[in-house]
């Protein structure tokens, strides 16, 4: 199964563009901080993670405010062109 639900706050966000069949897409920079146990003891981890979302998503998206925190669930994929996998958003709610 290839499912990610991840806390993050929305780190960048490109302007609104829409693909070849006219659907609206948001190519997002996504920025994620927390403590982790692991191996008998506390890890703090960051990251950051593109993503993308699609349809009214995008365009809701593209609404927020950069820094606002969010949870999104969806699913990782590697581009075409790219060699890092990318979050495909298919769900979101304010954290």
């Given amino acids: 199964m290839n499912q990610l639900v991840l806390s993050a706050r929305i780190a960048e966000a490109t302007p609104l563009?829409?693909?070849?069949?006219?659907?609206?897409?948001?190519?997002?920079?996504?920025?994620h901080e927390s403590e982790v146990a692991e191996a008998g003891g506390t890890r703090q981890v960051k990251l950051a993670l593109k993503a993308v979302a699609f349809g009214g998503d995008a365009e809701t998206l593209a609404r927020q405010a950069i820094g606002s925190s969010w949870r999104f669930a969806g699913f990782l994929a590697t581009p075409r062109n790219g060699k890092l996998p990318v979050l495909h958003i298919q769900q979101f709610q304010q954290d």
């Fill in 17 to 31: 563009r829409y693909t070849p069949s006219g659907l609206p897409a948001l190519d997002l920079r996504l920025e």
